[in-house]
C-alpha cells in the first residue's frame, strides 16, 4: 500500500542532505524559509535511501548535488508508489548562484507541485 503525505503548507520545507553547503542555511532561513539539514538532524553517513525517508516522514523535500542516486531512488519510489516531498538536484555550484536558484524556486512552486517530483535546479538560473 502506498504512503501518503498531505502537505499542510503552501511552502516548500527543504532538507539538506550532507552533499549540500550548510552556508546556505542562513539566509534560506532569512528569507523565511524552513530549512533542516543532515548535520543538525544526526543524519551524517547515513545512506541516501535513510536521508529520503527521513526527509519524506516530515514533509521535506531533499536537496542533493547526488544527482545519480537520488534520480535512480525517485524511479524507485515511482515505481513502488511511495510517495515524497520533492528531490531538488543541482550540480555543485556558488552559494550565491545556488541561492539565487533556490529562491526563484520557492518563488514559482509550492509544496504541493513538488511532491513526488525530480526537480532539476538549472531550470531556475
Known sequence: ??????????????????????????????????IYC????????????????HAAERRWAVMTHNVKHFRLLHQHYSEKGIEHSGIVVSKQDSIKVILRCLLKLFNSLTAEEIQNQLIFLRNFR
Open 38 to 53: 543532515a548535520r543538525d538532524e544526526g543524519m551524517l553517513g547515513k545512506s541516501d535511501d535513510e536521508q529520503l525517508a
Open 1 to 34: 500500500m502506498a504512503k501518503t503525505i498531505a502537505h499542510e503548507t503552501l511552502f516548500i520545507s527543504i532538507y539538506l542532505d550532507e552533499d549540500i553547503d550548510v552556508d546556505l542555511i542562513n539566509p534560506l532561513i532569512s528569507h523565511g524559509y524552513n
